[in-house]
């Protein structure tokens, strides 16, 4: 029941959000799912771009689609980047779910969305975009967390055989991330350095 209403929170803030015709990309907990990683989640995650709109467009357009702001304001930093934290109960639910949008503000975010992958869910009638393989353990190196990085272990061991190591260690690099990829690399691969691609 629970993945079920996670679902609804998706397509609820998606279809809310395709009209202003940002990009957008499933990510955290619910992307994982479509490289080969089920994780149990109670929130959805999107990153999506601000070019031709408006941060506050973005939370005016999922208040008209039911949902409040978690915080005020509605939008807060996060580090060097910009959160917005949304919550929102589906019809007959009786939860109350979190929408977390991060906003792509950085010259890698943009790469990222630019490799979105289109997603088929069988259980919505709604097309998708997640976070490429690669891009999604970028991600979850950055956040830092011991969940993160057992998701971005899980990610790598899944999917080892179509990754895009080229693509991984330019951006590992250049976002200072070579520690943290070294470990989670040696963690899942245990004797194994981690790959270098020139």
């Known amino acids: 029941m629970a993945a079920e209403v996670v679902l609804r929170a998706l397509q ?22 479509a490289w080969k990683h089920v994780r149990a989640t109670r929130d959805v995650d999107l990153l999506v771009g601000v070019g031709g709109t408006t941060p506050e467009a973005i939370v005016d357009s999922l208040i008209g ?39 792509a503000e950085s010259e890698y975010q943009e790469a990222a969305l630019g490799r979105r992958v289109a997603l088929r869910l069988s259980e919505m009638d709604t097309d998708l975009f997640v976070l490429a393989c690669e891009d999604l353990v970028i991600h979850k190196l950055l956040a830092g967390r011991a969940v993160d ?13 179509t990754l ?30 981690a790959p270098v691609t020139a």
């Open 12 to 33: 609820r803030a998606w279809v809310s959000l395709e009209p202003l015709h940002v990009p957008m990309a499933v990510m955290g907990g619910l992307a994982l799912a």
């Open 149 to 161: 990085r057992a998701d971005a272990a899980a990610l790598l061991r899944a999917n080892r055989p």
């Open 164 to 193: 895009d190591l080229a693509w991984l260690n330019q951006w590992v690099h250049r976002l200072g991330l070579g520690p943290e990829w070294a470990e989670v690399w040696r963690e899942t691969f245990p004797g194994e350095a």
């Open 65 to 103: 689609a039911g949902m409040r702001p978690k915080r005020q304001p509605a939008i807060q930093p996060l580090g060097q980047f910009h959160l917005l934290q949304m919550l929102f109960e589906p019809p007959d639910s009786f939860l109350e779910l979190e929408v977390d949008i991060l906003f």
